[in-house]
């Protein structure tokens, strides 16, 4: 059973930075994919940022340079590390990893970043 477990969030000013990680269970060169999603109270999930098993990264519109993802194969964790943030950033920042064949999406829990004005 895959699991992926965040940490990071918290309770942040505007303008601060935060780094989030997420510790897989099981080899992440096994996905395809790994990426970061955001879900606001009221609002569907969306796409922070991707990063694919060669390394190549694609984010959301709304990111504009301010977040960087990243992996570390030995220790099984991709990271989103975020700065300038502002309380529009406010959400429940959720890891995914996902295969192509066979078709497997897998998340965590979810971790809390709270940006106060």
């Known amino acids: 059973q895959v699991q992926l477990v965040e940490s990071g969030g918290g309770l942040v000013q505007a303008g601060g930075s935060l780094r989030l990680s997420c510790v897989a269970s099981?080899?992440?060169?096994?996905?395809?994919?790994l990426a970061w999603y955001r879900q606001a109270p009221g609002k569907q999930r969306e796409l922070v940022a991707v990063?694919?098993?060669?390394?190549?990264?694609n984010y959301g519109n709304f990111v504009k340079g301010r977040v960087t993802i990243s992996r570390d194969n030995a220790k099984n964790t991709v990271y989103l590390q975020m700065s300038s943030l502002t309380p529009e950033d406010t959400a429940v920042y959720f890891c995914?990893?996902?295969?192509?064949?066979?078709?497997?999406?897998?998340w965590g829990q979810g971790t809390q970043v709270t940006v106060s004005s």
């Open positions: 995914n990893a996902a295969r192509s064949v066979p078709n497997l999406s897998y």
């Open positions: 099981v080899n992440i060169l096994a996905f395809n994919a």
């Open positions: 990063i694919a098993s060669g390394g190549s990264t």
